[in-house]
């Protein structure tokens, strides 16, 4: 264990507040916590109350600097461990992780105001999952012998990129960190990750608790705004492959930096996720689907929200009446109370947004919108930024709601009346991240999964990303893949062609 200069404790503990406080004004460069080159912070604000928890390191342009000059110089040490020796280092990340999820769990829904025991602790288990997934493949880093010509033995080998700049939002942020500098370390990059301004602190800390098991400086970690410090980290000439998950709008701003330079980018954008579900689905487990597949319990803050659910017309009021009583039961409330269901939106921004979406819809002619469950009555939450999910019906294919992600605890549906019509009004849209279709019927639900024009589509389930299985959308949801190994090959590694001539 590191002799710790650390303000932050070395156990685990389970005062999120004292931690947000302890890891308070630090990027992580290097192998230590440093504060802003420029002294400067800004506030994080628990969004169930409105306080301040704790400060995050402003990031710009010398930051950027000088954490990627820390990574450029540990890559290359990094780059010459035996690939498996590397796994086993992350693997052994996870083993840290495993003792931390606890504590991971409840900073993540302090900060966030995500409900600890539906979301929080989900999420800090799949981090710990993902580290240990990728940290058995150092051996899958294969190449090929390529047939040429006698005497001549050509291979090809896979080398690491570099530098990787990774950018994340503050949805699940330690889980898509987590896809990222997993695989990305892995395959032998050094990593600098610009954390989302909504979420610095467990992040930050995830990177300092690997930092008893890595190397210094190949996994680091900047706190900042996105212009002032996302967009100088894809811009620096060093960063030899950028991974981004966020908006459509900002992805493209980064698609465009990196293809300045000639970079890989690897771009998880947004989703309008289509639920299908047939009238002879099993009807009490498609219901229960439906709330899991709209992550309400994530005040629907997912890319792969069901925020489109296409119900079969024999069943369509029945539907919405059962899965409307369904959302009622849910608790809203603080996201630390084990009896919370629902927390918070992210931001007052977010906040606004969404409301805005869901005036529009019920100001629209011929819709109704369903608001379901209580708002917490705990004065404390009284500045929370809770929203009751709402429940759409009436809408038309073409309506805003219907179109632009949400990001909110807001889903529109539909009732259809035969597979082709359905599946038209599913594929009608910018967005092709995910889809999941619910049917007794194989032949049908086959169909539709190689109709639909989505990354991932699942039948008489819908689940959020998983080890293993490679993750990314079509059209405006992105390019390449997570997850799996895969995406740790293809978009961390390149190939090089060796040809050794060995006639006489
Ligand atoms: P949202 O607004 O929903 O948080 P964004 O796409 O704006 O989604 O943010 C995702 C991440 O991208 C955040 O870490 C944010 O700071 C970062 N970001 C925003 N603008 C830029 C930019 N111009 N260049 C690089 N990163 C950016
Ligand atoms: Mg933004």
Same mark, same amino acid.
């Given at each position: 264990?590191?002799?710790?200069?650390?303000?932050?404790?070395?156990?685990?503990?389970?005062?999120?507040?004292?931690?947000?406080?302890?890891?308070?004004?630090?990027?992580?460069?290097?192998?230590?916590?440093?504060?802003?080159?420029?002294?400067?912070?800004?506030?994080?604000?628990?969004?169930?109350?409105?306080?301040?928890?704790?400060?995050?390191?402003?990031?710009?342009?010398?930051?950027?600097? *000088?954490?990627?000059?820390?990574?450029?110089?540990?890559?290359?040490?990094?780059?010459?461990?035996?690939?498996?020796?590397?796994?086993?280092?992350?693997?052994?990340?996870?083993?840290? #992780?495993?003792?931390?999820?606890?504590?991971?769990?409840?900073?993540?829904?302090?900060?966030?105001?995500?409900?600890?025991?539906?979301?929080?602790?989900?999420?800090?288990?799949?981090?710990?999952?993902?580290?240990?997934?990728?940290?058995? $493949?150092?051996?899958?880093?294969? /190449?090929?012998?390529?047939?040429?010509?006698?005497?001549?033995?050509?291979?090809?080998?896979?080398?690491?990129?570099?530098?990787?700049?990774?950018?994340?939002?503050?949805?699940?942020?330690?889980?898509?960190?987590?896809?990222?500098?997993?695989?990305?370390?892995?395959?032998?990059?050094?990593?600098?990750?610009?954390?989302?301004?909504?979420?610095? $602190?467990?992040?930050?800390?995830?990177?300092?608790?690997?930092?008893?098991?890595?190397?210094?400086?190949?996994?680091?970690?900047?706190?900042?705004?996105?212009?002032?410090?996302?967009?100088?980290?894809?811009?620096?000439?060093?960063?030899?492959?950028?991974?981004?998950?966020?908006?459509?709008?900002?992805?493209?701003?980064?698609?465009? =930096?990196? /293809?300045?330079?000639?970079?890989?980018?690897?771009?998880?954008? /947004?989703?309008?996720?289509?639920?299908?579900?047939?009238?002879?689905?099993?009807?009490?487990?498609?219901?229960?689907?439906? $709330?899991?597949?709209?992550?309400?319990?994530?005040?629907?803050?997912?890319?792969?929200?069901?925020?489109?659910?296409?119900?079969?017309?024999?069943?369509?009021?029945?539907?919405?009446?059962?899965?409307?009583?369904?959302?009622? *039961?849910?608790?809203?409330?603080?996201?630390?109370?084990?009896?919370?269901?629902? /927390?918070?939106?992210?931001?007052?921004?977010?906040?606004?947004?969404?409301?805005?979406?869901?005036?529009?819809?019920?100001?629209?002619?011929?819709?109704?919108?369903? *608001?379901?469950?209580?708002?917490?009555?705990?004065?404390?939450?009284?500045?929370?930024?809770?929203?009751?999910?709402?429940?759409?019906?009436?809408?038309?294919?073409?309506?805003?709601?219907?179109?632009?992600?949400?990001?909110?605890?807001?889903?529109?549906?539909?009732?259809?009346?035969?597979?082709?019509?359905?599946?038209? =009004?599913?594929?009608?849209?910018?967005?092709?991240?995910?889809?999941?279709?619910?049917?007794?019927? #194989?032949?049908?639900?086959?169909? $539709? =999964?190689?109709?639909?024009?989505?990354?991932?589509?699942?039948?008489?389930?819908?689940?959020?990303?998983?080890?293993?299985?490679?993750?990314?959308?079509?059209?405006?949801?992105?390019?390449?893949?997570?997850?799996?190994?895969?995406?740790?090959?293809?978009?961390?590694?390149?190939?090089?062609?060796?040809?050794?001539?060995?006639?006489?």
């Amino acid at each position: 264990m590191l002799d710790r200069p650390h303000p932050t404790p070395a156990a685990p503990t389970n005062d999120p507040f004292a931690l947000a406080k302890a890891l308070s004004g630090h990027h992580f460069i290097g192998g230590r916590f440093v504060p802003a080159l420029s002294g400067k912070t800004f506030a994080v604000v628990n969004p169930a109350t409105g306080e301040e928890i704790g400060r995050a390191a402003e990031g710009d342009t010398a930051d950027v600097a *000088a954490a990627v000059a820390e990574a450029d110089r540990a890559q290359k040490e990094w780059a010459r461990l035996p690939a498996r020796k590397r796994g086993a280092l992350v693997y052994q990340c996870a083993q840290v #992780l495993k003792e931390h999820t606890e504590e991971l769990a409840r900073l993540i829904a302090l900060e966030t105001g995500k409900a600890l025991r539906t979301e929080s602790r989900v999420e800090a288990n799949v981090v710990a999952d993902i580290f240990e997934f990728f940290g058995g $493949l150092g051996g899958e880093l294969k /190449g090929e012998s390529v047939p040429f010509a006698p005497n001549v033995l050509s291979v090809t080998v896979r080398e690491p990129l570099g530098v990787v700049g990774a950018i994340i939002p503050w949805n699940v942020p330690m889980l898509l960190m987590a896809l990222k500098v997993a695989p990305a370390l892995v395959a032998g990059n050094a990593v600098v990750v610009k954390s989302a301004e909504e979420a610095p $602190l467990a992040v930050l800390r995830i990177c300092e608790l690997l930092s008893r098991v890595l190397p210094a400086g190949v996994f680091n970690i900047l706190s900042g705004f996105g212009p002032e410090c996302g967009a100088p980290l894809v811009e620096h000439p060093k960063v030899r492959k950028v991974t981004f998950t966020g908006s459509v709008e900002v992805g493209k701003i980064v698609a465009k =930096a990196a /293809g300045e330079k000639l970079v890989p980018v690897t771009l998880e954008l /947004g989703g309008k996720s289509p639920m299908i579900v047939f009238a002879d689905c099993d009807f009490d487990k498609t219901v229960a689907g439906a $709330l899991t597949s709209m992550r309400f319990t994530r005040q629907g803050q997912s890319c792969t929200a069901a925020s489109r659910i296409y119900v079969e017309r024999p069943i369509f009021d029945r539907f919405v009446a059962a899965m409307a009583e369904k959302v009622d *039961a849910m608790v809203m409330g603080d996201p630390l109370d084990e009896k919370t269901d629902i /927390g918070t939106i992210i931001s007052p921004g977010q906040f606004a947004k969404v409301k805005t979406f869901i005036e529009e819809g019920k100001a629209t002619k011929g819709a109704t919108g369903r *608001a379901c469950s209580a708002m917490p009555k705990d004065p404390a939450l009284k500045k929370g930024l809770f929203i009751q999910p709402h429940i759409f019906t009436g809408l038309s294919n073409d309506s805003r709601l219907v179109q632009e992600e949400i990001f909110g605890p807001v889903t529109c549906i539909f009732p259809f009346d035969d597979a082709e019509s359905v599946l038209a =009004a599913a594929n009608d849209s910018e967005y092709g991240l995910a889809a999941s279709v619910w049917t007794n019927n #194989l032949r049908v639900g086959l169909d $539709l =999964a190689h109709r639909l024009e989505a990354g991932l589509v699942q039948i008489n389930q819908n689940l959020v990303v998983q080890a293993n299985l490679s993750y990314g959308g079509v059209k405006s949801s992105g390019l390449g893949k997570e997850a799996s190994l895969e995406a740790m090959n293809e978009h961390f590694t390149h190939k090089k062609t060796i040809m050794v001539n060995y006639a006489g």
